[in-house]
Each structure stands twice: as structure tokens, then as C-alpha cells.
């Protein structure tokens, strides 16, 4: 069994190895060790209502802190321990979670900023304030991420927000963070919001909201064929939220790629005012 020392960058290990390794609770993301003196973070990104998210530009990870109900609070047990990781001695170790029970070691954080207050569900779908920790990875960001991970948990995502009422649906999308996820794969990856595509999709309702024209064909399930675009795109910063995305059909979502001319994006920014 390999040390804390010993962990590289990338190493995956199941729930016992972490346990074994870290003298830490098996449970919980966030696991507080007094035998190794270490917090053990962990983004969960297939069975949690956190969402973390990681700008690989700026080496940041912006992470949700602790409690599932209810406003989150920051004298609450590990956010406190977090909050103070600064200057508390303790060295805070950052895993994810991309595949069920695989947890992959991304290296140590330090506090970057201090926590801030965003709106985020809790366990109920309730509102509420939580506490986002920025931190900095001490490794930097250059470590690739398993596409294929990505793209089973985005997938997993959206077949979860398409069984959410329409009341649901809006109420995620406009709670979500906009900003998107960005990783580096074999190029680079932007992890799209589910709710706020699914709900882009709907207020179409199978009209393209460039040309005004129906869905050109329906898919398996009957649903008009629209894509979803962002007027501003991501790679320049734009937001994944519902105020810059919109439907498109196949042809106008090649044109904004390709084309991008201002007269369009003014158009598509006139309609989400």
C-alpha cells in the first residue's frame, strides 16, 4: 500500500486504499484525518448534488463545501477546518469521482481566496446558500481527464434533467453556476450545464431560434432535432447560462460556427433580453 507521500498525480484508488492511506472516514467528501493530519476533499461527480467545478486557465477549483440542507455554514465541522487550511497545518488532498467507486488522485490544494456564497440546491432541490471554496492546485492543471468519463456522467445528467417538470427544469437552470467546467482531455472540454440546455430546448419548443423554421427532423423519441448553442462561445469566455444559449437548427448551429456574423449574434442576444 503506497503512503500519502508516494501518490502521483492521476493514481486511482478504491474507497479502502484511500481509507488505508489517509487514516480518514470511508464516507463523506470531505474526511478529516488527525492521524496523518489531512483533509481529504472529494468531487463527486456521479452520485452527488455539489457541483465543483474546475477552471483549468487559472488552476482553480472552485469547491462546495459541506452540508447537504439547508444554508451551508462556515464554522460547520470540515468547512471550518477548510477555511483555516491556510494556516491551520493541514494539508488538504483533492481527489474526483468520474467513475462510480474510482476515486482519482488529483494532487494537494491550498486556499486561493476566501470562501464566497453562491445559490445551489440542497438535497430537497430546496434553494439555499452554500459556502464555494477557491483553491488552488499545487500540481497546476496540466493532467488529462478520461473523455469517456465525461461524456457517461454528461450523459447520465441529462437523461435526469429531461424527467424534471418544466417548474424543475427552470428552477435548476436559473440556480446553476455560469461558468462551465473546463478540462483538459486530448483537447480541451467545457462540461455544459444539463439544465440549462434541457431547458434551452423546451422554451424552443422545436423552432429554431435563429431562422424561425421548425426542427428539420425528430429524433427516435418524437422530440424536435435542435442543438444548443452559446451566442457567446465558451472558449471566449462566454457563460453557460440560459441568458447565452439558445436552439439551433443543424444549418444555423453550422453557421454560427463558421460565419458568426454580428447581425446573428445580435439577433440571438435581442431574444433572451
Not at 468531487?43 to 472552485?62: A, G, P, Q, W
Not at 453557421?255 to 449574434?265: A, P, R, T, Y
Request: hydrophobic fraction near 30%.
Amino acid at each position: 500500500m503506497a503512503d500519502i507521500d508516494a501518490l502521483k498525480i492521476g493514481t486511482e484508488l478504491d474507497n479502502t486504499e484511500l481509507q488505508a492511506i489517509f487514516k480518514c472516514s470511508p464516507q463523506g467528501g470531505m474526511r478529516r484525518s488527525h492521524e496523518t493530519n489531512t483533509l481529504v476533499i472529494v468531487s463527486n461527480f456521479v452520485k452527488s448534488i455539489y457541483r465543483d467545478r474546475h477552471d483549468k486557465e487559472t488552476s482553480t477549483l472552485y469547491y462546495t463545501g459541506m452540508g447537504t440542507v439547508g444554508d451551508q455554514s462556515l464554522s460547520f465541522a470540515q468547512n471550518k477546518t477548510l477555511a483555516e487550511s491556510n494556516s491551520n497545518g493541514v494539508t488538504v488532498h483533492w481527489f474526483e469521482v468520474l467513475e462510480d467507486k474510482v476515486y482519482t488522485y488529483r494532487g494537494i490544494v491550498t486556499l486561493a481566496a476566501s470562501p464566497y456564497t453562491e445559490e445551489q440546491s440542497d438535497a430537497n432541490d430546496n434553494s439555499r446558500l452554500v459556502y464555494v471554496f477557491p483553491l488552488n492546485l499545487a500540481s497546476g492543471s496540466n493532467y488529462l481527464t478520461k473523455k469517456k468519463s465525461l461524456d457517461s456522467i454528461a450523459e447520465q445528467k441529462e437523461r435526469q434533467a429531461k424527467k424534471l417538470s418544466d417548474t424543475e427544469l427552470e428552477q435548476r437552470a436559473k440556480r446553476s453556476r455560469i461558468k462551465a467546467d473546463t478540462r483538459t482531455t486530448q483537447s480541451n472540454y467545457y462540461e455544459r450545464d444539463p439544465w440549462v440546455k434541457e431547458y434551452t430546448l423546451r422554451k424552443a419548443n422545436g423552432i429554431c431560434q435563429l431562422c424561425n423554421q421548425p426542427a428539420p427532423f425528430t429524433k427516435r423519441n418524437g422530440n424536435p432535432y435542435l442543438e444548443t448553442h452559446h451566442v457567446i462561445w465558451l472558449a471566449k469566455g462566454g457563460d453557460d447560462s440560459i441568458e447565452n444559449t439558445v436552439a439551433l437548427c443543424p444549418n444555423c448551429h453550422r453557421k454560427m460556427h463558421v460565419v458568426n456574423s454580428e447581425i446573428d449574434k445580435n439577433y440571438l442576444t435581442g431574444l433572451k433580453r
